[in-house]
T-cell receptor, first 110, second 114 residues
Framework: LAKTTQPISMDSYEGQEVNITCSHN???????ITWYQQFPSQGPRFIIQ???TKVTNEVASLFIPADRKSSTLSLPRVSLSDTAVYYC???????????FGTGTRLTIIP | NAGVMQNPRHLVRRRGQEARLRCSPM?????VYWYRQLPEEGLKFMVY????????ESGMPKERFSAEFPKEGPSILRIQQVVRGDSAAYFC????????????FGPGTRLTVT
């Protein structure tokens, strides 16, 4: 059964680096792993997308090991405005199922 | 280039009434997705549509729920004979090509069933 698992919550102090991991089995061979950020009462917002190894953009990095059974979103030097829920989204092999992770509620402490 | 539009933003219905939620994808996007988010819970996939076709509706409840994405006009998520358990935020997203593309989300419609 396809499943995506994330830690329920994390706390971090301002200025630190935060790593959030998503575990996913049976991921589709040719499909990407995507991470989204959601603030209360808003729709999710795209952060980063990757297929393998490492991807970096202006706000985050994404690390994907060779077996692709997990991925780690890395937020450098977090600030209070990064307090939000973070979701990974994967597409599962065989049935193209779009499955959001359980979500990680990140709280940044001043 | 306007983002994904959803209306209404808030919808109140009495039990047994019908709810119609509309979604206009971003210009040039032919793929639409609907998700439901119950209070304090994560996003659950409902249905994936391309123009005039339902590609995957495996996340839709078998009864009372339907979706369409006509050749012209917005995508519609329709809930018949609403019950209190249907109260949730319904998000629409669109992408230019396939399920592997980045999805752009609308602001959501918050349905309250009284």
């Amino acid at each position: 059964l396809a499943k995506t698992t994330q830690p329920i919550s994390m706390d971090s102090y301002e200025g630190q680096e935060v790593n959030i991991t998503c575990s996913h089995n049976n991921i589709a061979t040719n499909d990407y792993i995507t991470w989204y950020q959601q603030f209360p009462s808003q729709g999710p917002r795209f952060i980063i997308q990757g297929y393998k190894t490492k991807v970096t953009n202006e706000v985050a990095s994404l690390f994907i090991p060779a077996d692709r059974k997990s991925s780690t979103l890395s937020l450098p030097r977090v600030s209070l405005s990064d307090t939000a829920v973070y979701y990974c989204l994967v597409v599962f092999f065989g049935n193209e199922k779009l499955t959001f992770g359980t979500g990680t509620r990140l709280t940044i402490i001043p | 280039n306007a983002g994904v539009m959803q209306n209404p933003r808030h919808l109140v219905r009495r039990r047994g009434q019908e709810a119609r939620l509309r979604c206009s994808p971003m210009k040039g996007h032919s793929h639409v997705y609907w998700y439901r988010q119950l209070p304090e819970e994560g996003l659950k996939f409902m249905v994936y549509l391309q123009k005039e076709n339902i590609i995957d509706e495996s996340g839709m409840p078998k009864e009372r729920f339907s979706a369409e994405f006509p050749k012209e006009g917005p995508s519609i998520l329709r809930i018949q004979q609403v019950v209190r358990g249907d109260s949730a935020a319904y998000f629409c997203a669109s992408s230019p090509r396939s399920t592997g593309d980045e999805q752009y989300f609308g602001p959501g419609t918050r349905l309250t069933v009284t």
